[in-house]
Structures are given as C-alpha cells and as structure tokens.
C-alpha cells in the first residue's frame, strides 16, 4: 500500500543543533530515512522541524533537496519574518508552519492566531501544533477559527480526547503518528476519530521518534490497516496527506 509520510523528522549534524529542555538528539539523515522505510512504498512525506533546530531552514531546506519533490517541509519561523522570507521558503517546498507548544511555551500560544493567519494569507500555509490535548482548553475557539490546523500525534491524552473529537468535528486534522507517545490505545482513538470524519486522520512514522517511549514499528502500520480495513487505511496512510500538503498524485 502507498504511504505518505505525514510526519518524520531529519537530524542532520552538518547543521545547527539546539539543545532544548536538556536533550540533544542523535543524527538521523535522510541516507538514513531512506534506509529506515526501504521496505515500504514511500511516495513522499513531511519534514517536521523539532524543537531542537530552532529557526534553522538550511537543514530543511537541505533535507528537501535530498528526498526530492514530493517531500514538503514543515517549519518553524520566528514572527519577524519577513513576507518575502516565507515566499522563498514556500518555492522551495515548505508548506505549513509549525507550532510546537509542548516544547516552546506560552510564545508560542501567544503567536498562534496571528502567525497562523499571516501565513496563510502570503503562502496558503496551514498551521501544525504539537500540543497535549489535555492543555487545548482555551485554544478550542482559536484553534477552530483558523484556515486550517492539525494536531499532532493523536493528541497524546486519553483525558483530552474529548476535546480533540471536536475540533476533529469542525474540520481540524490530525496525524496519526507517535503511537509510543501516547497514554491511551491508539487503535481506538484511529477507530473513533475516523467516524467523527473520514478525512481528518494522516499517517506519520515519526522517525526517529526522538524522546519517545517506544519508536516507530511496522506494526503501527498493521494497527491502522487492521482498525480500518484496506480502502479507508489508504486513505489515511496516504490520500488524505495528499489533500492536505497539495501534492499532485502520479
């Protein structure tokens, strides 16, 4: 079955590294991506910068050029940035900015509306949050009031569950991905978000899986395929991401 790989990381040690929360991560090159899903019909994907390369686009920018045309990047971009910045980084095949709560605090939350909205307006960029659904609470309104978001692995908690379901409801996107990060069963939360709506869910591997408690397995794409049955697995595990970074299909 073709995937899209709606979320991995590249850690490339010819550039910046920044040290976040105490943790430095170990390298991981596209040359080693690549290897990592020999065995699966990858037809593209998303680079995911961490917080450990804060505001750095040369990585990306790198990593793009070295996976090819059918992989997009997802960045993290300080608030100053220029219009022209943004429109070179969109040539270049970035496609959505990135808000990581978890690791970068209430400037984060503060910048969300508006950043969100600014890039969306120059680049039709959409906005990804790396965000504990337990901690969505005031952001419901925001959230669903922008031009497009997604929610990153699963939402993490079983205890905002409830929460992520309604902004599933209104249109939000979330990625399938991170199964080891969770404190819930993954398969149950694929089952439930999918009959909320059929579009929402994009499978990631999230490789390397930096700083999770169980990396990334074949069997988590088994879960999904087992969960869903073949035609609706396709479509989270590639269809939908195509929609959603805009990528012509071959």
Do not use: C
Request: hydrophobic share 40%; glycine share 8%; charged share 25%.
């Amino acid at each position: 079955m073709p995937i899209f790989d709606a979320h991995l990381h590249i850690i490339d040690p010819r550039f910046p590294i920044v040290e976040n929360q105490g943790y430095v991560p170990k390298a991981f090159t596209a040359d080693d991506y690549r290897q990592s899903v020999s065995r699966f019909d990858v037809r593209g994907g998303a680079i995911v910068s961490g917080s450990f390369q804060g505001f750095d686009q040369m990585y990306l920018l790198d990593a793009l050029q070295a996976l090819g045309d059918r992989f997009v990047g997802v960045t993290q971009l300080p608030a100053t940035v220029s219009d022209r910045e943004i429109l070179e980084l969109h040539e270049k095949g970035v496609r959505a900015l990135r808000f990581n709560v978890m690791r970068g605090g209430p400037e984060t939350i503060a910048q969300l509306d508006y950043f969100a909205r600014r890039v969306h307006d120059i680049a039709g960029w959409h906005a990804e949050l790396y965000i504990d659904s337990k901690d969505l609470g005031e952001l419901m309104e925001t959230i669903v009031s922008l031009p497009a978001a997604s929610i990153d692995h699963l939402g993490l908690s079983k205890q905002g569950l409830p929460e992520l379901l309604k902004l599933v409801n209104q249109g939000v996107k979330v990625k399938a991905t991170g199964f080891g990060r969770l404190d819930f069963d993954a398969a149950e939360a694929v089952r439930t978000i999918h009959g909320v709506n059929p579009e929402a869910l994009l499978f990631g591997t999230d490789l390397p899986s930096t700083r999770a408690k169980t990396p990334f397995q074949e069997s988590d794409i088994d879960l999904i395929q087992e969960t869903l049955g073949e035609q609706q697995a396709e479509k989270v595990l590639y269809r939908n991401a195509l929609t959603w970074y805009g990528i012509e299909e071959r």
